[in-house]
């Protein structure tokens, strides 16, 4: 059976997460939360919270055993833009993009 959980809107540019995400694929619940407790990232924080939110889906609403729990997927999609602009020169602007992501991890039992 598979678990998923997605936090929405996050304020981070996907780019800098997917390394995370990839190191992320596979590892059971417990690895997976040990490693984003100690990489010092921005990214980390935003997956352990989506991670956490997950696992406790698992237990409350499937009624899953949290050893027998992997990390089947981790997804950094990019969101849309914010934009702003930089005021320039004899009144011309800059424009500025705040990127926001989507992150979504799936977990499984391995019981398909």
């Given at each position: ?6 936090t929405?809107?996050?304020r ?6 997917r390394s995370?995400?990839?190191a ?5 619940v417990?690895?997976?939360?040990k490693?984003?407790e100690?990489q010092?990232?921005?990214a980390?924080a935003l997956?352990?919270?989506?991670l956490?939110?997950?696992?406790a ?7 899953l055993?949290v050893d027998?729990l992997?990390v089947?997927?981790?997804r950094?999609d990019?969101?849309p ?9 004899r009144?011309s602007?800059?424009p500025?993009l705040?990127r ?5 991890v ?6 398909d």
């Open positions: 059976m598979e678990v998923q959980a997605v929405r809107f996050a981070m540019s996907a780019s800098k997460g995370l995400a990839r992320l694929r596979g590892l059971p417990n690895e997976a939360l490693v984003t100690l010092p990232q921005k980390a997956v352990a919270k989506t956490k939110t997950a696992l889906d698992a237990q409350n609403t499937a009624h055993a027998a992997r089947k997927e981790v950094i990019e969101g833009r914010l934009k702003r602009y930089w005021p320039r020169a009144g602007a800059s500025i705040k926001l992501c989507h992150v979504k799936v977990l499984t039992d391995g019981n």
